[in-house]
């Protein structure tokens, strides 16, 4: 296998450049003569416009050639698109964790304790588990160890000011620096936690005694398997293409948790007391995070965490619902990815606390 992978070093490329003068003459004896005429308007860019908006367009084999080039990119260079850092052995990182610094993390502090008084005056208590950065965690496979220890000092002053603000936290960092020592915290080519780094977590918000845990005998059951193309793979080459690079698919076998069914009053409502908003982290069911919180909390939680939105947004929409007005929990978990932090507009549309002002 590791011969067959260093031949690819060689292959792909040739392979690549020997189907570009086939593309380019397909492309030029394209019927209808695509091709803008060569005269004064090249150099006002016209013809360089051309160019470009015929290869994105009418170029034959488009998606294979994108990713043959992705692929030649990686190999030769070893980089991607703009949007992923490659690490070591096939690792990849978004480069989401490589924004710089915010001067203060004051703003985002103030922003956190507006939704922790918000809750509070409901009588539901915040608990933030900040979610460190992978290039932080998985600094064995970063090829940058100055951004690693700069994400994992980030990570240390974010708590710290978290704390003085009298704001609950869960350190999520320690346990998963702690299981990296055994296995992945983070999946090689994606973005996301594994189901080991999700448990680790969950565990670590049980054993930290800010939520009382709960009596239920919760079951598990195991799902199917889930076999997926990392989310930052699309940044180097296709999905064909990227097994070829080592850039191998990911697996996770996820499961769902529940209580037995309380056949005492069935009419009656059921009272979640801990709420669990947050990100794909928690949202995406193949890392099961909300059933490891269920297992280790002994007791349901509602998750109200949404994908693609971050970790602002779900957070309004739930203060805004019916469900949060009518029957507020005891507790809300608040999941924050430490990268979204450094987005200086975060928090250009949040409106926490107006929902709930005009429906008074």
């Known amino acids: ?11 792909l490329p040739v392979v690549f450049f020997g189907y570009v003068p086939f593309a380019n003459l397909a492309v030029y004896e394209e019927p209808g003569g695509k091709l803008a005429a060569f005269d004064m308007a090249a150099l006002r860019g016209t013809v360089t416009h051309s160019f470009d908006t015929l290869y994105k367009t009418a170029m034959p084999h488009r998606e294979p050639s994108i990713g043959v080039m992705g692929a030649a990119r990686y190999l030769l260079i070893g980089e991607g698109r703009k949007g992923v850092v490659v690490g070591r052995d096939g690792w990849l990182f978004t480069t989401e964790e490589t924004r710089p610094l915010p001067a203060s993390l004051s703003p985002s502090v103030a922003k956190i304790a507006e939704v922790r008084d918000t809750l509070a005056a409901q009588g539901t208590k915040l608990i933030v588990v900040a979610l460190p950065a992978k290039v932080d965690v998985q600094s064995a496979e970063a090829a940058a160890p100055e951004l690693s220890a700069e994400m994992a000092g980030f990570y240390a002053d974010l708590l710290a000011k978290l704390n003085a603000a009298q ?61 997926f193309a990392g989310d930052l793979v699309s940044y180097v080459t296709t999905e064909g293409i990227a097994p070829m690079l080592g850039l191998d698919r990911e697996d996770a076998n996820p499961y769902v948790v529940a209580a037995p069914a309380d056949t005492s009053d069935i009419f009656a409502a059921a009272q979640v007391d801990v709420a669990l908003i947050g990100t794909s982290y928690s949202a995406n069911p193949h890392w099961s995070f909300a059933e490891a919180l269920k297992l280790d909390l002994h007791q349901d939680v509602l998750n109200a965490a949404e994908q693609g939105l971050g970790p602002i947004k779900p957070m309004d929409k739930y203060l805004a619902s019916d469900s949060f007005r009518d029957t507020p929990p005891k507790v809300v978990i608040w999941e924050i990815p430490l990268r979204y932090l450094t987005d200086p507009k975060l928090w250009d549309d949040h409106k926490i606390g107006q929902e709930l002002a005009s429906a008074d």
């Open 167 to 227: 704001i609950e936290t869960v350190d999520a960092r320690t346990p998963l620096v702690e299981l990296v020592k055994t296995k992945p915290a983070f999946f090689a080519t994606d973005t996301h936690w594994t189901l080991n780094g999700a448990a680790a977590v969950a565990a670590a918000v049980a054993k930290s005694g800010l939520i009382p845990l709960g009596t239920a005998q919760m079951t598990r059951t195991e799902e199917p398997k889930a076999e």
């Open 1 to 11: 296998m590791q011969s067959l992978y260093k031949m690819s070093r060689y292959f």
